[in-house]
T-cell receptor, first 116, second 110 residues
Framework: DTGVSQDPRHKITKRGQNVTFRCDPI?????LYWYRQTLGQGPEFLTY????????KSRLLSDRFSAERPKGSFSTLEIQRTEQGDSAMYLC??????????????FGPGTRLTVL | KNEVEQSPQNLTAQEGEFITINCSYS?????LHWLQQHPGGGIVSLFM???GKKKHGRLIATINIQEKHSSLHITASHPRDSAVYIC????????????FGTGTLLAVQP
């Protein structure tokens, strides 16, 4: 257990439905990342928060995807009108401020999304 | 071409063998990470390198910044080492985001 939790661990949904995932980072970490991993591939960066500010979004993050970190603690990732191509493992990671020279990212267990 | 390439993609070894996994990258980096992922998804950071060599137990990681290449070595491999090993680089930008290789699936047979 890395200290980063994600909920739910598994989600099966029908195409066209909306889904929301939650990530609770390590409490003192101010950086939070979302990644997506498809079968047989390495994770790909989706978006990044420093505290409550979303500072970078990948081009992979279409208009159907939105992420928030309202109080700089937990984060949510919502996918609207899901498509079969959204089926993947969604990983969350957190890290402390790089200025502290501690930039190891701690990963959550992931949420596996299956879109039927 | 991916920015981070790993080889081999799959590796089967006998227990006790010395294992090497290679990683090459084509972008400027501020650090390189080796990660381990077990079935079911959990990713654990093994090493973070910006130069030289690090050792932790039976694991050794090296990096050559000039050649843009890193290796992960496992000495006296054991079946519990079976996992996917992923190389990831941190770019020189401000976000600290990681760019991942596709991983090496290692199976150590008893």
């Amino acid at each position: 257990d890395t200290g980063v939790s994600q909920d739910p661990r598994h989600k099966i949904t029908k195409r066209g439905q909306n889904v929301t995932f939650r990530c609770d980072p390590i409490s003192e970490h101010n950086r939070l990342y979302w990644y997506r991993q498809t079968l047989g591939q390495g994770p790909e960066f989706l978006t990044y928060f420093q505290n409550e500010a979303q500072l970078e979004k990948s081009r992979l993050l279409s208009d159907r995807f939105s992420a928030e970190r309202p109080k700089g603690s937990f984060s949510t990732l919502e996918i609207q009108r899901t498509e079969q191509g959204d089926s993947a493992m969604y990983l969350c990671a957190s890290s402390a401020d790089i200025r502290l020279s501690t930039d190891t990212q701690y990963f959550g267990p992931g949420t596996r999304l299956t879109v039927l | 071409k991916n920015e981070v390439e790993q080889s081999p993609q799959n590796l089967t070894a006998q227990e006790g063998e010395f294992i090497t996994i290679n990683c090459s990258y084509s972008v400027g980096i501020s650090a390189l990470h080796w990660l381990q992922q077990h079935p079911g998804g959990g990713i654990v950071s093994l090493f973070m390198l910006s130069s030289g060599k690090k050792k932790h137990g039976r694991l050794i990681a090296t990096i050559n910044i000039q050649e843009k290449h890193s290796s992960l070595h496992i000495t006296a491999s054991h079946p519990r080492d079976s996992a996917v090993y992923i190389c990831a680089v941190r770019g020189s930008g401000a976000t600290n985001k990681l760019i991942f290789g596709t991983g090496t699936l290692l199976a150590v047979q008893p």
